[in-house]
């Protein structure tokens, strides 16, 4: 059964199922009708995140055991809640806690567990197995196999018959060997009640496999649709030019994208190259062409026998980079359209995992242009887009998936939601902005500019957070970034460096004072986006997830920072007390305006779906229409600001309105419209306005 919404949970051994059993009520008062649970499986030891699977005969007791599951499903239950729950198909923990890998260790090939796991025996008890991107800790599994499917879903798919799950979210689908026939037999064993969706990541113009029997994705592509309504894009040439000067280099995305890739392959993910050239051994310089063709692959995968477009994109690509490959790029190309070939299918694994760690865990760290883009699912190349682009996605999202998830920030998100909508407010003042970036960087040098570039942009976006919490994430951006400092071989001296920098960025007035009067400057408009795009992803089409802890002002980085615990107490006290005040609090810094406009669009969704059946786009009209964005979904109008900073230069809303049809009540201030309005009325307590009839 499709939830209205949802609201992500993160079980852990420290705040585990008995303690979400307690919140339950929250979330229903918050006006979700769905909590989605991070993975439950047994997992190694003090795993805070859960993805190490060991075992699948149940609860985790260090997540409370079926004790907390049973204590937990009567709270949600009585609460109203339908539960989704995420699992991990595609990998395990290589761990001697997993007793089926132990085994694998122990017997090699004789082990009754040695068909779980893609294993190359031909190595000699040196282990070569395809692993979860290159972290050797997560053995890949082998789903294609009935006899390991049946044996990892038993539990799963008993929480389902049994126990009542109403959806689940299937981890990383792109290290599958079969997808579709994976979610086929998934399918089957759930049925048509239980909400499926998949975390995959659609590069743009990309869209789901139709064939698949899933509602939708994780919804990554709304992220990055409303990333940029948000950021102007009319900074594009701006933007790049400062870019250009403050870094010294002119290196573009794509060019960018294609050597964080191929160092990927040709590093970390050698050894699954390598394992790709010995199913072709015929084939002279195999290794070389397949690196050639993974890193010239526009998408992170392909899923044949479904469109073979992406596999023919890279071949044309591949031969004209690299035409001293032809022979062998040609006759590999006859054996990877083939989805009956192990060529085919291992290569379709592997081109994801290099996707993955040379998109999102390298280029992401050393395109530093502007960092809000940098996003999951993202497209730094492009900054910003139209409203109509917007109402285009929305319209097909509502025709095409109108129950996949939406999201705004997850466990996996680079930055949240908060932060990235206070960078966008950079996109509006980049003459301002870089003048401070300047005299920053020129105060506080750094030989890395691009890095250094990434580091006061994430100071703009999250703010002077907890001194320890700045140096933990930039440590890691560095070392992701591989230019400077790496995780196998750190430069101590040049990480040094930086965290000198960060320290002085709290403590020595000549970078704090500027810094600091810079963010307070800008974080009002931040403000304004933030509960901008908040409301409209939890009014557009498909369902909206909500991060934990986000329905107030969150300004986390890169896990595991967001995976921060958040306190549910205060969050309760703060919406019970919202709820007994009626009236709609002030935007500040309590974050109480986005908790009072995240529970009345929360619960008007829950207690009225049938207002947002549909999708119209709605103009504006007037001299200040570009700030806003407005839809209709039936019997619910939704009305946001946009780009604030330049709203206020050319003298607010002025004479623009909204045409009204018909009298609307703002559910957010309780406020009763009619005919055209002008919306510096309809928006003079908020930056947003929920109308229904």
Not at 274 to 287: C, F, G, N, S
Request: glycine content about 6%.
């Amino acid at each position: 059964m499709v939830p209205a919404s949802t609201y992500r949970l993160q079980i852990r051994p420290s705040w585990d199922l008995h303690a979400a059993a307690e919140f339950c009520g929250y979330l229903t008062a918050l006006g979700s009708d769905g909590v989605y649970l991070s993975p439950l499986l047994p997992s190694v030891t003090g795993s805070d995140h859960g993805y190490d699977v060991i075992a699948w005969d149940g609860i985790d007791p260090q997540r409370g055991g079926e004790e907390g599951w049973t204590a937990f499903l009567a709270a949600a239950r009585a609460s109203g809640l339908k539960v989704v729950v995420d699992i991990v198909p595609n990998h395990c923990a290589a761990s001697a806690e997993n007793a089926a890998w132990a085994s694998v260790l122990a017997d090699g090939p004789d082990s009754p567990y040695a068909p779980w796991f893609d294993i190359e025996w031909r190595g000699g008890q040196m282990l070569r197995y395809r692993r979860f991107f290159a972290v050797d800790s997560l053995a890949g599994l082998r789903q294609e196999d009935d006899a390991v499917f049946d044996a990892t879903h038993a539990a799963i798919l008993r929480w389902v018959r049994e126990d009542g799950v109403d959806g689940l979210r299937i981890d990383h689908p792109d290290g599958l060997a079969d997808p579709r026939r994976y979610f086929e037999r998934l399918h089957a064993q759930v049925g048509d009640d239980c909400w499926l969706v998949v975390e995959k990541i659609l590069e743009a113009g990309e869209d789901l496999v139709e064939s698949w029997p899933v509602a939708g994705t994780t919804g990554y592509e709304a992220l990055t649709e409303l990333n940029a309504l948000f950021v102007d894009p009319d900074a594009q040439t701006p933007l790049t030019d400062i870019y250009r000067v403050l870094v010294d280099h002119d290196q573009g995305y794509a060019d960018c994208i294609g050597a964080a890739k191929r160092e990927v392959a040709e590093g970390m993910l050698r050894p699954e190259v390598e394992r790709l050239a010995r199913l072709a051994p015929t084939v002279e310089d195999a290794a070389e062409a397949l690196t050639a063709l993974l890193v010239a692959f526009p998408a992170y995968r392909t899923y044949l026998p479904e469109d073979p477009t992406y596999l023919a994109v890279a071949i044309t690509k591949a031969l004209e980079e690299a035409p001293e490959l032809t022979d062998a790029v040609t006759e590999l190309a006859a054996r990877l359209d083939d989805p009956t070939d192990e060529l085919c299918v291992r290569f379709q694994q592997t081109s994801g995992a290099v996707m993955a760690k040379g998109l999102e865990d390298t280029a992401f760290y050393r395109f530093t242009r502007f960092v809000a883009l940098n996003e999951v699912g993202g497209d730094p190349g492009a900054i910003g887009a139209t409203v109509d682009d917007f109402h285009g996605a929305q319209l097909y999202r509502q025709q095409a998936n109108p129950s996949s998830m939406t999201t705004l920030s997850t466990h996996d998100t680079k930055r949240s939601e908060d932060v990235r909508a206070r960078l966008a407010v950079l996109a509006e003042i980049p003459e301002e902005w870089s003048a401070l970036a300047a005299a920053l960087m020129a105060e506080a040098p750094l030989p890395d500019a691009p890095f250094a570039y990434l580091l006061w942009q994430t100071f703009a976006g999250a703010g002077l957070i907890g001194q320890e919490r700045m140096h933990a994430y930039l440590e890691k951006a560095m070392r992701e970034a591989g230019t400077s400092t790496t995780w196998t071989a750190p430069d101590l001296a040049f990480e040094s460096m930086v965290h000198a920098v960060v320290d002085r960025a709290y403590e020595d007035p000549a970078l704090h004072v500027p810094l600091g009067e810079f963010i307070d400057r800008i974080t009002p408009y931040g403000w304004v986006n933030s509960l901008s795009q908040k409301l409209v992803q939890l009014t557009m089409p498909g369902v909206p997830d909500l991060y934990q802890g986000n329905e107030s002002w969150d300004y986390s980085l890169v896990d595991p920072d967001n995976r921060r615990p958040v306190d549910f107490t205060a969050l309760t006290q703060r919406l019970a007390a919202l709820d007994s005040a009626g009236t709609p609090p002030p935007v500040d810094a309590s974050g109480d305006a986005k908790l009072w406009i995240t529970s009345r669009a929360l619960r008007l969704r829950r207690d009225h779906p049938e207002y947002f059946a549909d999708y119209d786009p709605i103009d504006a009209v007037g001299p200040a229409a570009r700030h806003a964005v407005a839809f209709d979904r039936g019997s619910a109008i939704t009305v946001a600001t946009r780009l604030p900073i330049a709203l206020e230069t050319h003298g607010g809303w002025a004479s623009t309105t909204l045409p009204l049809t018909a009298p609307r009540t703002d559910v957010l201030t309780g406020r009763t419209f009619s005919g055209a309005t002008a919306l510096a009325e309809i928006l003079s307590t908020y930056p947003v306005a929920l109308l229904t009839r």
